[in-house]
């Protein structure tokens, strides 16, 4: 008997269609909100002025080249290459961290205040101590964002190791497996899912630390962008700083489900 896949294709048409929507409708308020006039344009500018602020950003103009002589695409490049480099480091650090905390519960009793404390911090409290200890170059960027990634990473794999299924650590052992076979084939396959979540949320939560780490020498970068305009209240282009970076963090976003969807196809099934 034939299933239909009707309901399938209506399902998929929905979900892609509902976001295509909803920025439509947000385009509209937007536009509307700005005609009325309630607010100065140096506030809500129109869509077609932040349209234009973003072609001039990729553009030569007037003998201009984009803002402060890179185009908007090397802006975003050498922010996520600063992200990238944060990310790498934060995540490979706070998996490790969490593997062991959640294996060995005394380490987890020292590390994890102090985990916690790291997370709750806000970036500029402490951006400024490393620009005293590393200056104003690359290094205090991408420390910032490598302590912002950390902690997400840690936290959800630490959890994630310690709920491992006892049934099948036992099962493990009880076949002769040493405590690093173990860890390497049953508590970590089984933590994978939770971690790659982890991953995800350090992502989100580096690049919620760009503009902060990008506020000394920040340019080439969007966060430097960003905090050059707004000393101008530039707001355009202050607009198209925050949607550059939103855009290329949903793009990572969904690049990250993709590779979890492939490496870890038994989500939901142990």
Same mark, same amino acid.
């Given at each position: 008997?034939?299933?239909?896949?009707?309901?399938?294709?209506?399902?998929?048409?929905?979900?892609?269609?509902?976001?295509?929507?909803?920025?439509?409708?947000?385009?509209?308020?937007?536009?509307?909100?700005?005609?009325?006039?309630?607010?100065?344009?140096?506030?809500?500018?129109?869509?077609?002025?932040?349209?234009?602020?973003?072609?001039?950003?990729?553009?030569?103009?007037?003998?201009?080249?984009?803002?402060?002589?890179?185009?908007?695409?090397?802006?975003?490049?050498?922010?996520?290459?600063?992200?990238?480099?944060?990310?790498?480091?934060?995540?490979?650090?706070?998996?490790?961290?969490?593997?062991?905390?959640?294996?060995?519960?005394?380490?987890?009793?020292?590390?994890?205040?102090?985990?916690?404390?790291?997370?709750?911090?806000?970036?500029?409290?402490?951006?400024?101590?490393?620009?005293?200890?590393?200056?104003?170059?690359?290094?205090?960027?991408?420390?910032?964002?490598?302590? #912002? @990634? %950390? *902690?997400?990473?840690?936290?959800?794999?630490?959890? +994630? !190791?310690?709920? =491992?299924?006892?049934?099948? /650590?036992?099962?493990?052992?009880?076949?002769?497996?040493?405590?690093?076979?173990?860890?390497?084939?049953?508590?970590?396959? #089984? @933590? %994978? *899912?939770?971690?790659?979540?982890?991953?995800?949320? +350090? !992502?989100?939560? =580096?690049?919620?630390?760009? /503009?902060?780490?990008?506020?000394?020498?920040?340019?080439?970068?969007?966060?430097?962008?960003?905090?050059?305009?707004?000393?101008?209240?530039?707001?355009?282009?202050?607009?198209?700083?925050?949607? +550059?970076?939103?855009?290329?963090?949903?793009?990572?976003?969904?690049?990250?489900?993709?590779?979890?969807?492939?490496?870890?196809?038994?989500?939901?099934?142990?």
């Amino acid at each position: 008997m034939a299933v239909s896949t009707e309901p399938v294709r209506v399902h998929r048409f929905t979900r892609n269609l509902l976001p295509l929507l909803s920025v439509a409708v947000f385009l509209i308020v937007w536009q509307l909100v700005a005609a009325a006039g309630i607010w100065s344009e140096t506030f809500v500018p129109h869509p077609i002025t932040v349209w234009r602020a973003a072609i001039d950003l990729s553009t030569t103009h007037d003998g201009v080249r984009g803002y402060q002589g890179y185009l908007l695409w090397e802006h975003l490049y050498m922010t996520l290459r600063r992200v990238l480099a944060g990310v790498v480091v934060g995540v490979a650090i706070g998996v490790a961290l969490g593997v062991a905390m959640g294996t060995i519960g005394w380490l987890r009793s020292i590390l994890e205040p102090w985990l916690t404390f790291l997370r709750t911090l806000p970036p500029l409290a402490y951006f400024f101590l490393l620009v005293i200890w590393l200056g104003i170059d690359e290094a205090p960027k991408v420390t910032l964002l490598a302590l #912002a @990634a %950390l *902690p997400a990473a840690a936290i959800a794999t630490t959890t +994630a !190791v310690a709920a =491992a299924p006892i049934g099948l /650590v036992e099962s493990a052992r009880a076949l002769g497996a040493t405590r690093a076979q173990v860890i390497r084939d049953v508590v970590f396959p #089984a @933590a %994978l *899912p939770e971690t790659f979540t982890g991953v995800r949320l +350090a !992502v989100g939560m =580096a690049y919620s630390s760009v /503009v902060a780490a990008e506020l000394f020498n920040g340019l080439p970068g969007i966060g430097g962008v960003v905090k050059d305009a707004s000393n101008y209240n530039n707001t355009p282009v202050v607009l198209v700083g925050i949607a +550059a970076i939103g855009i290329s963090g949903l793009v990572i976003d969904g690049l990250l489900r993709a590779v979890e969807r492939r490496a870890v196809p038994w989500r939901g099934k142990i």
